[in-house]
């Protein structure tokens, strides 16, 4: 069965601080994503890998950064955690001939305070 | 960046066929269309992607008139379980698009009544 798994369901973090959240993949898929999902603004793309080392800006990429060391891992950085990043947090992975259809994870809810 | 328009709710009894319309006017000349059900506290779960005309799978179709212009999701009898909300989403992850890389709609909420 298809599985992504992210590391905390709810994570609290203070202004300033430096937030890892980490997306792991057992499909061995070639493309991993992040999101954020808002109330009233539905998800936005926030970067995405399509292999190891590889990643291209989403939509929404300011103020955050991304790194893939291995090809069933995908993180999440916060440089300098805002409040305004305080959000659900999303990792999605799919195969690299059918891009759009991604498999998710159950969601980080990230708040910073 | 494409902006795509969804309605906000929509309501069905048991049974019935459901149509949910998404309007993306302004839809790139490659961009995919794509559409997700999302249930409280979970992630959401890819339905049906298409690029023009008609694709049909187990669960859905999806209908894409000439001008690309909007799509329309259809789930024949609907059930309780199927109350959840539904995104729309246009755009190309692979390569350049005016319209962005992958653009979610607000999503419908469907409620399904016995």
């Known amino acids: 069965d298809v599985k992504v798994t992210q590391s905390s369901r709810y994570l609290v973090k203070r202004t300033g601080e430096k937030v890892f959240l980490e997306c792991v993949q057992d499909m061995d898929h070639e493309n991993m994503f992040w999101y954020r999902q808002d109330p009233g603004l539905g998800l936005r793309l926030i970067y995405f890998s399509y292999d190891v080392k590889m990643k291209e800006k989403g939509d929404i990429p300011e103020g955050y950064s991304v790194s893939r060391e291995k090809k069933e891992r995908f993180s999440l950085i916060l440089e300098s955690a805002s409040t305004n990043q305080t959000s659900m947090y999303l990792c999605?992975?799919?195969?690299?001939?059918?891009?759009?259809?991604?498999?998710f994870g159950p969601g980080t809810r990230l708040t910073v305070t | 960046l494409a902006k795509t328009t969804q309605p906000i709710s929509m309501d069905s009894y048991e049974g019935q066929e459901v149509n949910i319309t998404c309007s993306h006017n302004?839809?790139?000349?490659?961009?995919?269309i794509t559409w997700y059900q999302q249930f409280p506290s979970q992630g959401p779960r890819f339905i049906i992607q298409g690029y023009k005309t008609k694709v049909t799978n187990e669960v859905a179709s999806l209908f894409i008139p000439a001008d690309r212009k909007s799509s329309t999701l259809s789930l024949p009898r609907v059930s309780l379980s199927d109350t959840a909300v539904y995104y729309c989403l246009v755009g190309l992850i692979y390569g350049s698009s005016n319209t962005g890389k992958l653009i979610f709609g607000q999503g419908t909420t469907l409620q399904v009544k016995p």
């Open positions: 999605a992975s799919s195969e690299g001939h059918s891009p759009y259809e991604q498999y």
């Open positions: 302004n839809i790139a000349t490659n961009d995919y």
